[in-house]
């Protein structure tokens, strides 16, 4: 039986930080479902269909990774039911500084109490990739800074096109 991890986020846009936790996080599971979230509780950039679109085009256009270990899928449910259609009993999430831990800590208590056999495994990017955040890109390319650091060509290509 494979061993699949549930990638949830906005991911708006996808981020080298982003993409560090689905490396890492391929060296211990079979497959990483990533999850976009479709919850309209923020003020998204890109609408659900582009961000999948952005997405795909970063993993497997850009970066040349694995189609068969990566699934990118978009979801409106709680994380928990997530994991329970893709029989996953694990939720991937990134940390990039103490900032997050407090807010990841709370999620992770209350994704265990949704259900007790859903462990929340937490992953650093790399040191390099550890300060930037989906906010900082989409201001820095619309101040016109350079993105080229953050994330990937063809995602910068639509983070360019949403600001012209």
């Not at 990118?72 to 997530?82: A, D, E, K, M």
């Not at 992953?123 to 994330?151: H, P, R």
Request: charged share 30%; net charge positive; with cysteine.
């Amino acid at each position: 039986m494979s061993k699949v991890a549930i990638y949830p986020g906005t991911f708006d846009p996808i981020t080298y930080g982003h993409v560090d936790v689905i490396k890492k996080g391929l060296k211990i599971f079979d497959k990483i479902v990533v999850g976009v979230s479709e919850v309209h509780n923020k003020n998204y950039l890109f609408s659900t269909d582009e961000r999948l679109n952005i997405i795909n085009k970063a993993l497997f256009s850009d970066l040349k990774l694995s189609k068969k270990k990566i699934l990118v899928i978009s979801f409106s449910s709680l994380t928990t039911n997530l994991c329970k259609k893709y029989k996953s009993n694990v939720i991937l999430r990134g940390l990039r500084a103490v900032s997050d831990f407090e807010y990841e800590f709370q999620l992770a208590g209350m994704n265990r109490k949704l259900n007790s056999n859903i462990e929340t495994l937490f992953l650093m990017s790399d040191i390099e990739n550890q300060i930037i955040s989906s906010k900082f890109v989409k201001e820095i390319v619309k101040l016109k800074g350079d993105i080229k650091k953050f994330t990937t060509k063809s995602t910068i290509k639509s983070l360019k096109e949403k600001y012209e």
